[in-house]
C-alpha cells in the first residue's frame, strides 16, 4: 500500500510519535490535537479496517489496546479510556488503514465521547429480524 500514510507510519517512512510497538502492531499519537492524549492503534499490515482484518491480527491490535490502556490507567494518571473505530466510509472512515481510536478519560474530565444519535427509524423487533444470526 504505497500511498498509504499509516503504512508509512508503521515502516518508519514518515515519522510517528510512537508509543509502544511489537512486530505486528503499533500504537501512536493521532495528530488531531483534539483532545488530551488522543493515540491510535494500528496493525502494521495494511488491512482497510475490522471487515477485512484476519483475527489473528484483530487479537494482537486489541491485546496492543488492552496494554496501552492499562499504561494509561496504571502510570499516567487516567481513569479509563474510550475506544472509538470506524470501519468503512459510510461509518466515516477517513483513513482507510484499520485503526482504533484510544481516549484517555479522567472523572469529570468533561469530554463526551459518546455520538449524539438522533433516535432510531426502526421498530426495535423490525431490526432484530433483520440482524440476528
Ligand atoms: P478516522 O476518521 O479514520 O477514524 O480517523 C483517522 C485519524 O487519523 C484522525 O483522528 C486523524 O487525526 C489521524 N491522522 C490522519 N493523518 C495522520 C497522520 O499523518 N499522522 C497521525 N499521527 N495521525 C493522522
Ligand atoms: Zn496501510
Redesign the pocket.
Known amino acids: 500500500?504505497e500511498e498509504?500514510i499509516?503504512?508509512k507510519i508503521?515502516s518508519g517512512e514518515i515519522k510517528g510519535l510512537r508509543i509502544y510497538e511489537n512486530n505486528e502492531t503499533l500504537a501512536f499519537m493521532d495528530i488531531a490535537k483534539d483532545v488530551d492524549g488522543h493515540i491510535l492503534v494500528i496493525p502494521k499490515k495494511?488491512y482497510k479496517n475490522i471487515l477485512d482484518c484476519d483475527s489473528e491480527t484483530l487479537s494482537a491490535v486489541m491485546n496492543t489496546i488492552k496494554r496501552v490502556s492499562n499504561h494509561l490507567t496504571e502510570n499516567c494518571g487516567y481513569d479509563g479510556i474510550n475506544l472509538l473505530n470506524a470501519n468503512d466510509e459510510s461509518a466515516g472512515q477517513s483513513v482507510?488503514?484499520f485503526h482504533i481510536h484510544i481516549i484517555p478519560r479522567k472523572s469529570n474530565d468533561g469530554i463526551d465521547a459518546w455520538p449524539k444519535f438522533e433516535g432510531a427509524k426502526e421498530e426495535l423487533q423490525t431490526v432484530f429480524d433483520k440482524v440476528k444470526m
Do not use: P
Request: with cysteine; aromatic share 12%.
Open positions: 500500500m498509504c499509516f503504512c508503521a495494511h482507510n488503514h
